[in-house]
């Protein structure tokens, strides 16, 4: 259990300098839309499975608070709030949730940043383009490695999506399947 918890601490120590740094692999971003366009809650984005609230939930309480008495104030009670709403979840969802945190924390650093900016990039997207991808999104987690490269090679795929569009959903689904429910 140390060194779960060992290890987390290190993740969130090292997150800010893993993001910073360029990805081997090449990001595709969607041109930057105004949040008027986006919608006004930004409906439908994909949360990061790398967030802080997810890292914080695996800590015990003393642990938690040690790792949020070192940032400012405000990004404090922006997480306690997270923390809350993810403690206020159904038990199924919240271990879906780690589980997931799981699968992204087993990537390597590069692979976690690739599928870091992809999420964002998918969240830049208008509010119906991000409708669209969604499901697509969804089948392509789940489907097993040759029927997922046969859809995205399919030109049905490639008529219904913009290229831009394409990497997202490329880069998300091979590299963070869907956990199982």
């Given at each position: 259990m140390m060194r779960v918890h060992a290890g987390l601490w290190l993740l969130l120590l090292?997150?800010?300098?893993?993001?910073?740094?360029?990805?081997?692999?090449?990001?595709?971003?969607?041109?930057?839309?105004?949040?008027?366009?986006?919608?006004?809650?930004?409906?439908?984005?994909?949360?990061?499975?790398?967030?802080?609230?997810?890292?914080?939930?695996r800590m015990?309480?003393?642990?938690?608070?040690?790792?949020l008495e070192k940032l400012p104030p405000e990004r404090q009670e922006q997480i306690r709030q997270r923390l809350e709403r993810f403690d206020?979840?159904?038990?199924?969802?919240?271990?879906?949730r780690?589980?997931?945190?799981?699968?992204f924390s087993g990537l390597p650093s590069d692979k976690q940043v690739l599928v870091r900016r992809q999420i964002q990039a998918f969240n830049r997207l208008p509010d119906e383009r991000r409708q669209a991808l969604?499901?697509?999104?969804q089948s392509l987690r789940r489907m097993p490695e040759s029927e997922r490269q046969a859809r995205l090679a399919s030109d049905e795929f490639r008529n219904r999506y913009s290229p831009v569009e394409q990497q997202?959903?490329?880069d998300i689904s091979g590299n963070l399947p869907l956990p199982s429910r």
């Open positions: 090292i997150t800010p300098v893993l993001s910073a740094q360029k990805s081997a692999g090449k990001v595709v971003r969607p041109p930057r839309v105004p949040p008027a366009a986006r919608g006004a809650k930004g409906a439908g984005k994909l949360a990061n499975p790398g967030n802080l609230a997810e890292r914080l939930a015990t309480p003393e642990e938690r608070e040690r790792a206020s979840l159904p038990e199924q969802e919240r271990n879906r780690l589980q997931l945190y799981d699968n969604r499901g697509e999104m997202i959903l490329a």
